[in-house]
């Protein structure tokens, strides 16, 4: 993906074009600290966004950290070696089709290239274009979210639908359990002794044997 361009542009004076909310400046001064292609301006184009500081309708105050979108609708090329210069009309680009405030002239506006799918852009940031009045690049952001949490996130929009993840991998075995601890010894059972039997009886006498008989008288 190519590095995006954006930066700023300063305009001395907007110029109303009759139409509802569009507006022509000359000669705005372009910035782009990130110049992948060494163009300057000449790499905006048709439908490059634009966030432009306010002023009150009706008092025709500044109002501070406000800005509004519009879209770049045509560009006057410039002359053949001026890469610093825009010339270019712009028409109010915000879901409200009125236009509520006006472009501050001798100011310095956000321009980006837009998104690939939803026409929104990446403003710069003060950090890099300390030109900017305070709250520029917040406000630019605001404009976009304000249109991709009312409009595109509640009628479905031109984001893709995300698919599902891959299934996540099995997970490492848990440790192994520490051994339980040896139960206590039972009681030893009170066994009963048993009783000494009575001695048995005394068995009879037997009978005497016959006489033998005499032995031979000596000489």
């Given amino acids: 993906m190519a590095r995006i361009i954006n930066g700023t542009v300063y305009v001395e004076t907007y110029t109303p074009t009759g139409n ?19 163009q300057g301006a000449k790499d905006v184009q048709v439908g490059y966004v634009m966030y432009v500081p306010a002023i009150d309708l009706f008092t025709a105050e500044p109002l501070p950290g406000v800005l509004h979108r519009y879209i770049i609708t045509s560009i006057t090329p410039a002359p053949p070696g001026d890469i610093l210069h825009l010339t270019a ?12 405030d006006r472009p501050q002239n001798a100011s310095y506006a956000v321009i980006s290239e837009p998104s690939e799918h939803c026409d ?9 274009y300390p030109e ?21 996130g509640f009628s479905g929009g031109c984001g893709y639908s995300g ?7 099995t997970g490492l075995p848990g440790p192994t359990g520490s051994q339980g601890q040896t139960g206590s010894q039972g009681e030893t059972g009170a066994g009963i002794q048993g009783t000494t039997g009575l001695p048995g009886p005394t068995g009879s006498q037997g009978e005497t044997g016959d006489v033998g008989p005499y032995g031979p008288t000596g000489e």
């Fill in 89 to 100: 009309t712009i028409q109010w680009d915000e879901r409200d089709p009125t236009e509520i």
């Fill in 163 to 169: 698919g599902f993840g891959p299934g996540g991998s």
């Fill in 120 to 128: 929104y852009a990446l403003p710069a940031t003060m950090d890099v």
């Fill in 20 to 38: 509802p909310g569009e507006w022509s400046f000359i000669d705005g001064i372009f910035n782009n600290q990130a110049d992948a292609t060494g």
């Fill in 132 to 152: 900017l009045q305070g709250g520029s690049a917040e406000a630019a952001y605001n404009a976009d979210i304000r249109d991709i949490t009312d409009w595109k």
